[in-house]
């Protein structure tokens, strides 16, 4: 199987302006999160969609937005970038039946 | 919420050697333990998982052990070799809780030939 693939790997933006990032899940996979990956956060839970649902979201502002698809691919879209918005995005697929989340391999976007 | 505590930050060890990463985390309720492994400019790698009903994992050379009641979690890397170099980190998560994953800080391995 294929494994969880990001689309685009490299962004760079400048302040102000929005970004939209996908992901498509492993196949069968109908859950998708996303993260945020920054050296001075770490890894953060951003949301995640089942179903074209979100059902769990974390704690970040109302600019961070995703949704889902009915083939279970999901994008998420940053408005108004932020200099703090540069990390590396990723998502993870899982199954609606088990916990284990697969990852990607990232976008990393760089806002100037 | 949950909030995961991982340590050292960074390890170096010789060849052969072994590695011991250390967890502990804050919510009981969590009951999925998982281990990724990230190398550079690649997303995290899943290498190893517990759930809280099991107390110890292998799989030939990584072992994870749980202890419930001191809410820790600990991961063991046997026989080290150089691309076992990489950042490790520990993660909690609760099906009550949507399965949200809540990541320890990360640990830096560096595995000398």
């Known amino acids: 199987k294929a494994g969880v693939t990001q689309t685009p790997r490299y962004l760079i933006k400048t302040r102000g302006q929005q970004v939209t990032l996908s992901c498509s899940p492993i196949?069968?996979?109908?859950?998708v999160s996303w993260y945020q990956q920054t050296p001075g956060q770490g890894l953060q839970f951003l949301f995640e969609?089942?179903?074209?649902?979100?059902?769990n979201k974390g704690n970040f502002p109302g600019r961070f937005s995703g949704r889902q698809f009915s083939n279970s691919r999901s994008e998420m879209n940053v408005s108004t970038l932020e200099l703090g918005d540069s990390a590396l995005y990723l998502c993870?697929?899982?199954?609606?039946?088990?916990?284990?989340?697969?990852f990607g391999p990232g976008t990393r976007l760089l806002v100037l | 919420g949950e909030n995961v505590e991982q340590h050292p930050s960074t390890l170096s060890v010789q060849e052969g050697d072994s590695a011991v990463i250390k967890c502990t985390y804050s919510?009981?309720?969590?009951?999925?333990f998982p281990w990724y492994k990230q190398e550079l400019g690649k997303g995290p790698q899943l290498i190893i998982d517990?759930?809280?009903?099991?107390g110890e994992k292998k799989d030939q050379r990584i072992a994870v052990t749980l202890n419930k009641t001191a809410k820790h979690f600990s991961l063991h890397i046997t026989e080290t070799q150089p691309e076992d170099s990489a950042v490790y980190f520990c993660?909690?998560?609760?099906?009550?809780?949507?399965?949200?994953?809540?990541f320890g800080g990360g640990t830096r391995v560096l595995v000398k030939p």
């Open positions: 993870a697929s899982r199954t609606s039946e088990a916990e284990t989340q697969y």
């Open positions: 196949s069968g996979h109908r859950s």
């Open positions: 969609y089942f179903s074209e649902t979100q059902r």
């Open positions: 919510d009981s309720a969590s009951n999925y």
């Open positions: 517990i759930r809280s009903n099991v």
């Open positions: 993660a909690a998560s609760q099906k009550a809780a949507g399965n949200k994953l809540t």
